[in-house]
């Protein structure tokens, strides 16, 4: 088992480098292009500059490497020729065997190459979220509406086909917030979108409470401390103002005597 996995290999190394062995050991090298003789004779040009693209061996989702492979391409504006030509360069391992795989003169366009690229690695794609599978998110318990809404909302980035009536089901089903949902309940709103603006003005205002109510939590846990250790032995009691002393204790001041004025002689 284990040398037929090693011969096959050594053949696929073979075809990689495109040579074939004759009787008398020569090698020979040869070209074996996929693409048509349109695609080619048409020239790259000269100020192209391949775009930085993950490298794609097969282990990941062949769409996601299609969709940013051809939007970075389009930046260039690439022709159909140009995008054919350019894409085995940004394949590895698995990948790039799988196109050196590819018959001679088979594709005409890079659309054909795309659609033989993402059925052949198309086991690699990871199971996508359905519109369905939002229902099984739940706000846990402990779990803030800010933190609840932040997985949900990551949750639908992954459906590629979101149903809007389902998922507004799922984020109504799965809140704990009784404010939002009392709020919702009076008046619904009329999308997804607009649903999750008024959770998030809820999931705000119910951080201010509680960042208030840990504020003042804080107070007193202070306050207590404070008091313990006042009540601990040898701890210094609290200062106190000194009275300030009292007038009525000091001496009186007295002045020098008053001296009287000599008395007027009497008119006879």
């Known amino acids: 088992m284990l040398d037929k996995k090693v011969e096959n290999l050594e053949r696929q190394i073979e075809a990689l480098r495109g040579r074939k062995t004759g009787r008398d050991g020569d090698f020979e090298f040869t070209t074996r292009s996929p693409f048509s003789q349109q695609i080619e004779e048409e020239p790259v040009p000269p100020r192209f500059k391949m775009p930085q693209v993950e490298p794609y061996n097969g282990r990941t989702d062949p769409l996601d490497h299609l969709e940013s492979y051809r939007a970075l391409m389009a930046l260039q504006g690439a022709s159909e020729a140009l995008l054919c030509k350019a894409f085995p360069a940004t394949l590895r391992g698995a990948a790039w065997l799988w196109f050196t795989g590819l ?46 809404l932040d997985r949900f909302t990551a949750a639908t980035w992954e459906v590629r086909e979101l149903d809007q009536s389902i998922a507004m089901s799922a984020l ?33 205002a119910e951080e201010a409470v509680a960042s208030r109510r840990s504020g003042a939590e804080q107070t007193s846990k202070k306050q207590k401390r404070r008091r313990e250790d006042r009540g601990r032995p040898g701890s210094p009691s609290p200062r106190r103002a000194e009275n300030p002393p009292r007038l009525r204790h000091l001496p009186r001041l007295q002045g020098p005597p008053r001296q009287r004025s000599p008395s007027r002689p009497r008119p006879p």
């Not at 086991?123 to 359905?130: C, E, G, K, L, N």
């Open 172 to 204: 109504k089903t799965g809140a704990r917030s009784y404010r939002f949902l009392f709020s919702i309940e009076k008046n619904f709103p009329a999308d997804l979108t607009e649903m999750l603006v008024r959770a998030r003005k809820y999931a705000k």
């Open 103 to 148: 018959k001679p003169s088979t594709i005409s366009s890079f659309e054909q190459l795309g659609r033989q690229f993402a059925s052949t690695f198309a086991a690699s794609r990871p199971q996508r979220r359905t519109s369905d599978s939002l229902l099984d998110i739940k706000q846990k318990e402990g779990e803030s509406l800010r933190e609840y």
